[in-house]
């Protein structure tokens, strides 16, 4: 086609229009360039797909070993939090023990020492209730 211009008459909206009509080879800046259509996809090959395979197969593996080890640093954390926990209560029962050993061995003592207080007291009797006797008889036998 040959470039030129076209005027067209007015219309009844009182609009004009121009049209420029040009070659279709050469580009121009006011209109968008042509999308050229992509190629067409072919066929993968049988080594593209197997490289694919071995590709999601390795991204797979990947994964499971991540989470694996997200395990496994869990687990480890809560072996972490019984161990401590274990040894909070060894500690707590050792304690008790060593306050109960303690408290018996105090009673221990005090009964103990109250056994000897009576002990003595029990003697102290006895030595005045001889002494009363001899005494009585000093005071019959004298008398």
Same mark, same amino acid.
């Given at each position: 086609? =040959?470039?030129?211009?076209?005027?067209?008459?007015?219309?009844?909206?009182?609009? =004009?229009?121009?049209?420029?009509?040009?070659?279709?080879?050469?580009?121009?800046?006011?209109?968008?360039?042509?999308? =050229?259509?992509?190629?067409?996809?072919?066929?993968?090959?049988?080594?593209?797909?197997?490289?694919?395979?071995?590709?999601?197969?390795?991204?797979?593996?990947?994964?499971?070993?991540?989470?694996?080890?997200?395990?496994?640093?869990?687990?480890?954390?809560?072996?972490?939090?019984?161990?401590?926990?274990?040894?909070?209560?060894?500690?707590?029962?050792?304690?008790?023990?060593?306050?109960?050993?303690?408290?018996?061995?105090?009673?221990?003592?005090?009964?103990? =020492?109250?056994?000897?207080?009576?002990?003595?007291?029990?003697?102290?009797?006895?030595?005045?209730?001889?002494?009363?006797?001899?005494?009585?008889?000093?005071?019959?036998?004298?008398?």
């Amino acid at each position: 086609m =040959a470039s030129g211009v076209k005027s067209l008459n007015k219309r009844a909206s009182c609009q =004009a229009f121009e049209v420029i009509l040009k070659s279709p080879t050469e580009p121009s800046p006011e209109r968008p360039q042509t999308l =050229a259509l992509p190629p067409q996809k072919k066929e993968p090959s049988l080594g593209e797909l197997q490289r694919r395979l071995e590709a999601a197969e390795e991204r797979r593996k990947s994964q499971e070993k991540q989470v694996l080890k997200q395990l496994a640093e869990k687990r480890e954390r809560e072996k972490e939090v019984l161990n401590k926990a274990q040894e909070v209560n060894n500690n707590y029962s050792k304690m008790t023990e060593e306050k109960l050993h303690h408290k018996m061995e105090l009673n221990q003592e005090n009964r103990m =020492a109250r056994l000897s207080a009576l002990k003595q007291r029990l003697r102290e009797k006895v030595s005045l209730s001889e002494v009363r006797k001899n005494k009585e008889l000093h005071t019959d036998l004298s008398g």
